[in-house]
Structure formats: C-alpha cells, structure tokens
C-alpha cells in the first residue's frame, strides 16, 4: 500500500525556519518525481515545488529563494526546507506522487503557522 | 502562468442529480488536465487524469471530458458522498496550477 506520511509541521515566527518532511512507503521512492503542494486555510490548492528523480527541482515564483526541496532515495523521504517564513506561508503542506502524470498519491498533510 | 476558472463556485444539488462542473483554462493545456475531489479534513484525492481517464477506483458515474481550454466534469448521478469540493489541475507548463474550486454541496 502507498504511503505518504508528513511530519516537522507547528508554529514558527516570521522570518523563522521549518524543515517538512514525508516518509514514502509501499513503492520504489526513487523512479517517482515528488512535490509539496500546499492550503491555506479555507483556501484552495498551491503547487510549491517539485523534484525528479535526478534530483533536479522547479520552484513557484513564490517560494522560489527561500523553500528548498530534496530527496533522500536511501531514506524513502522528502524534505521541505522552508527559510525566512512568511505569514502567508500558513498552510496544510502535502506531498504528493507523480510520474509523468497528475499527483496520484498524497500524504494525510503536515499544518505549518507562521506567527509572533 | 496558465490560469483554471472554475465554475459555479458552489452547485447546490441532491442526491440522484447530475452535476456538471466547468474548468476553462486561460491558454491550452491540450489534454493535461486533471480533477480531484476533496472533503472536509481530507487531503485531496485524483479522480480523473488527462482530460477524462478515471483513477484507480474512481466510480463509473464521474467522468471528465474536454480538450484544450474547455473541460467538463459530469457526476452522472450524486451520492451522499460526493458532495465535497473539486479542483481542476493542469500539468501542461510549469507552474502546475489548480482552479479555485467547486463545492458541490446538498
């Protein structure tokens, strides 16, 4: 079975560091291209960021500077590492699985607050 | 930045109705459209990819249709538990965008 379990989510101050991370489980972690994508409350969906299998990335303009995306194939895990936080960055992060397709798979979320 | 307008924002049915919900995007994404369906309290889950092939699982009363900038997704018959909020998705340019939403609600 497909897992995607995230973790490393609570409450930063701005201008604060968190690092996400998503354990995968139940399929070969290292032919998927992975992302995070993440929700505001009462809001809709953000894509964020997205990694190939070659380690290669893409990054939303907004995020893009501060947010670093990496993969650990050894590991089974993805990892966010977000830097100079934002009260907009507030958000439900999820990753989620691809492979040259729509995001198929997403873990349950990990909620991240941006305050003082 | 390819942008998704869905619509209507909310459709208010009951359960037996036919649900059509529209997804216009703002330049083509040829057939790399993708719907998700969402509860409350839920991540989101992949109902159809590609314009109108249905997921693993996906029930046979959703289904997607469309190409280019105009796209359909048609629940042939609600049931209680379909009344949740659906995104539309492409995947045709960097970066991947997701329309606003449809909350389909009773």
């Known amino acids: 079975e497909v897992q995607l379990v995230e973790s490393g989510g609570g409450l930063v101050q701005p201008g604060g560091s968190l690092r996400l991370s998503c354990a995968a489980s139940g399929f070969t972690f290292s032919s998927y291209q992975m992302n995070w994508v993440r929700q505001a409350p009462g809001k809709g969906l953000e894509w964020i960021s997205h990694i190939r299998t070659d380690g290669t990335t893409v990054y939303y303009d907004s995020v893009q500077g501060r947010f670093t995306i990496s993969r650990d194939n050894a590991k089974n895990s993805l990892y966010l590492q977000m830097n100079s936080l934002r009260a907009e960055d507030t958000a439900v992060y999820y990753c989620a699985r691809t492979l040259e397709s729509p995001f198929d798979y997403w873990g349950q979320g990990t909620l991240v607050t941006v305050s003082s | ?106």
Request: aromatic share 10%; with cysteine.
């Open chain 2, 1 to 106: 930045e390819i942008v998704l307008t869905q619509s209507p924002a909310t459709l208010s049915l009951s359960p037996g109705d036919r649900a059509t919900l529209s997804c216009r995007a703002s330049q083509s994404v040829r057939s790399y459209l993708a719907w998700y369906q969402q509860k409350r309290g839920q991540a989101p889950r992949l109902l159809i990819s590609d314009a109108y092939n249905r997921a693993t699982g996906t029930p046979a009363r959703f289904s997607g249709s469309g190409s280019g900038t105009d796209f359909t997704l048609t629940i042939s018959s609600l049931e209680p538990e379909d009344f949740a909020v659906y995104y539309c998705q492409q995947r045709s340019s960097w970066p991947l965008t997701f329309g606003g939403g449809t909350k389909v609600e009773i």
